[in-house]
């Protein structure tokens, strides 16, 4: 039997060599060593509505999902998802041609971009960004071009500059991928920013890849738009969103895909070769928390805002520069006030110093100088567990 290939030659192929075990992995793993309390990976710690896991149950129970369920996703949750973006944005989709299920959001962009991204495209992303998209545009051999969200402490949030973002396009530019509301800055793009990009995806004849996974988590004035209501948008934007977040089932992994006939077929047509089906059972229960009561919602965003203001006044009689979030349930902080400027090194030696593990935003940008003093904290765990954390802060600045 001849032996394993020469050890001089790398396993893993060039485009991902620079992606090495997730930041969340190796932060929940510190976690779990320590005892620490882990606001770092975004998973609640209570589950989504008790009617929604019965569903579920029931479905298991029904025989519904057992098996491998249709392709494009069971028609019930297809038919579920266009009802929400008729009802909650005015777009209307067809269920059968026009909505794409999948394994969660993470792999609607994985699948997007191994669709419509060929070789030597480029495609710009904000940064900092979720890890996973420059692992997808790699995976799909396109080129990475970042436009940096810059930190306002005036304003205390993160802007996009729709200047930098026009300079960015160029000839071989094939698709914008846009994440609004945003992780981890949790930024909403406003109205006027998202006309704009509208009208440069049009001109320049893009496409738009958007993730809005955290679509229901808009806080104060800010309101979540999709991009795809815009002029001459529905036709070139592949919309992503999911279900974990929005009912805190983020083990079930439920996302979807709506667009135009052309781009959901081109997107399905990758994702068949990835998961081809997922969480059947779970697709009958997703159906219909997406029919849930405005009131569900209200609620959900409402207990969330709650959630956030009290981390964040802990974050801040804690010593940390506090960037308030507009939406998602993550709160960005620069350490510097603390005399801190290393986050990286910061995260690493938190749980031991007062129990609580967080994520360095350096590794979200591909200069980590850009992020190298804001840790990322989220507020998606029970009161008392934030309560517990801001206390264990305070050792920070004692």
């Known amino acids: 039997m001849t032996g394993m290939t020469s050890s001089a030659r790398p396993l893993l192929n060039r485009r991902l060599a620079e992606f090495g075990t997730t930041i969340f992995a190796e932060m929940s793993a510190l976690a779990l060593s320590t005892g620490a309390i882990n606001l770092g990976q975004g998973f ?17 129970r029904d025989g519904r999902g057992n098996q491998y369920p249709p392709g494009p996703g069971v028609p019930e949750l297809r038919t579920a998802i266009t009802a929400h973006q008729r009802r909650c944005y005015g777009l209307a989709y067809d269920p ?19 669709a419509l991204v060929e070789p030597g ?62 992780n981890p800055t949790g930024t909403v793009l406003t109205r006027e920013e998202l006309a704009a990009i509208a009208e440069l995806a049009v001109e320049r004849d893009l496409l738009v890849v958007t993730d809005e996974v955290y679509e229901h988590l808009v806080f104060d004035d800010a309101e979540h738009v999709p991009l795809a209501t815009f002029p001459g948008m529905r036709e070139r934007t592949v919309t992503i969103s999911s279900s974990g977040k929005t009912f805190s089932f983020t083990g079930w992994k439920v996302g979807w895909v709506t667009g135009a006939p ?27 928390a997406l029919r849930l009561p405005d009131s569900y919602f209200d609620n959900f965003r409402s207990d969330f805002r709650r959630k956030r203001d009290l981390l964040g ?39 031991e110093r007062c129990g609580v593990v967080a994520i360095p935003n350096s590794v979200f940008y591909d200069d980590p100088e850009a992020g190298r003093s804001q840790v990322r904290f989220t507020f998606c765990k029970k009161d008392d567990i934030l309560h517990e954390a801001a206390e264990r802060l305070q050792r920070l600045s004692s």
């Open 44 to 60: 609640p710690d209570t589950d989504g509505p008790e009617e929604i896991r019965e569903a579920a149950v029931r479905a298991l």
């Open 96 to 114: 059968d041609t026009e909505v794409l299920v999948t394994a969660g959001a993470t792999e609607a962009i994985a699948a997007a971009l191994l």
């Open 121 to 182: 495209d480029e495609v710009i992303a904000f940064e900092p960004y979720y890890d996973s998209y420059a692992a997808c545009i790699a995976m799909a051999g396109g080129r990475r071009v970042p436009v940096t969200l810059r930190a306002h402490e005036d304003e205390g949030r993160f802007r996009l500059d729709l200047d930098e973002l026009r300079d960015a396009v160029t000839e071989r530019t094939r698709l914008l991928l846009i994440n609004t509301p945003h």
């Open 262 to 288: 052309e781009l959901v077929t081109a997107v399905r047509s990758a994702k068949q070769y990835l998961t081809y089906v997922s969480a059947g059972p779970f697709q009958y229960a997703i159906a219909e």
């Open 313 to 351: 006044d802990g974050l801040r009689a804690a010593g940390f520069e506090v960037y308030q979030p507009q939406g998602t349930y993550f709160i960005t902080t620069d350490i510097t006030p603390l005399g801190e400027k290393d986050a990286y090194a910061f995260c690493r030696a938190l749980p």
